[in-house]
């Protein structure tokens, strides 16, 4: 997926796609970054890692033009989310991510909400990168409460 990027980038270039290129070369410096100062191998997981974290902001930032009603600065966010979700593994459906649940609660066998960070540390890396870990978490409490 590394690879895939740095070719994508080559041809946004001789496409001239400013949008993908500038998407493409942030994803690329902030794994730079992330190599500098964590001493972080450039791989395919610090790929999704950096990718995971600029869609995540890019949504909050959705969340705060909606409030300002700013849809030109929504529709060119949620094009920059398009091109970076192209860079993550196959996400998955909310059915899988609850049937993944339902199979930890059944190994851990859970008694309250303390037991949370037992069952988010078996389910994340399972599915880190591949589902977004804000609606793992509120699953699980979901699933906790009605214990």
């Given at each position: 997926?590394?690879?895939?990027l740095d070719?994508?980038?080559?041809?946004?270039?001789?496409?001239k796609?400013k949008?993908r290129?500038?998407?493409i070369?942030e994803v690329?410096?902030?794994m730079?970054?992330?190599?500098?100062d964590?001493?972080k191998e450039?791989?395919?997981?610090?790929l999704?890692e950096?990718?995971t974290?600029?869609?995540?902001?890019?949504k909050?930032s959705?969340?705060e033009?909606?409030?300002?009603a700013?849809?030109?600065?929504i529709?060119?966010?949620?094009a920059e989310i398009?091109?970076?979700?192209?860079?993550?593994?196959?996400?998955?459906?909310?059915e899988e991510?609850?049937?993944?649940?339902?199979?930890?609660f059944e190994?851990?066998?859970?008694t309250?909400?303390?037991d949370?960070g037992?069952?988010?540390?078996i389910?994340?890396p399972m599915?880190?990168?591949k589902?977004d870990?804000?609606l793992?978490?509120?699953?699980?409490?979901?699933k906790l409460?009605?214990l």
């Open positions: 997926m590394v690879e895939k070719k994508d980038m080559v041809e946004a270039m001789k496409n796609e949008e290129l500038m998407v070369r690329k410096a902030a730079k970054q992330a190599h500098i964590h001493k450039m791989n395919e997981e610090l999704i950096v990718v974290r600029a869609i995540k902001t890019r909050e959705i969340k033009f909606e409030k300002g700013r849809q030109d600065l529709d060119k966010t949620s398009e091109i970076l979700n192209v860079y993550l593994p196959e996400q998955l459906s909310e991510i609850k049937k993944i649940i339902e199979d930890t190994k851990v066998q859970p309250s909400q303390k949370m037992k069952i988010m540390g389910i994340t599915v880190k990168g589902i870990m804000g793992v978490s509120s699953l699980i409490k979901e409460s009605n």
